[in-house]
Nanobody, 122 residues
Framework: QVQLVESGGGLVQPGGSLRLSCVASGSIFSINTMGWYRQAPGKQRELVAR???????NYADFVKGRFTISEDNAKNAVYLQMSSLNPEDTAVYYC????????????????WGQGTQVTVSS
């Protein structure tokens, strides 16, 4: 079993910053990708940013230049540094990972965290 645990959400004023963290634990052999999605009320879940084990990143257009994704392979962790936040960034942010487990036979599965609320409001 693999678990993803997020932290770092909260309430922030427009223009402010937050840093989200996600740590994967369990039967992990290797991590292919880790990333962040978000879902606002009444909207579909959407990709925010993603990073591969080799460090290749991609971002949604609406966060380019404002958010930065990074990883710590030794800790099986991914981070999302968010700056210049605006009310449209308000959503539940979910950690996502494609992980090859150390079970036999090894399989690659997609895992989700429980989500962390980010609210941008004055």
């Amino acid at each position: 079993q693999v678990q993803l645990v997020e932290s770092g959400g909260g309430l922030v004023q427009p223009g402010g910053s937050l840093r989200l963290s996600c740590v994967a634990s369990g039967s992990i052999f290797s991590i292919n990708t880790m990333g962040w999605y978000r879902q606002a009320p009444g909207k579909q879940r959407e990709l925010v940013a993603r990073i591969t084990g080799g460090g290749t990143t991609n971002y949604a257009d609406f966060v380019k230049g404002r958010f930065t994704i990074s990883e710590d392979n030794a800790k099986n962790a991914v981070y999302l540094q968010m700056s210049s936040l605006n009310p449209e960034d308000t959503a539940v942010y979910y950690c996502n990972a494609n992980i090859r487990t150390s079970d036999w036979p090894p399989t690659a599965n997609v895992y989700w965290g429980q989500g962390t609320q980010v609210t941008v409001s004055s």
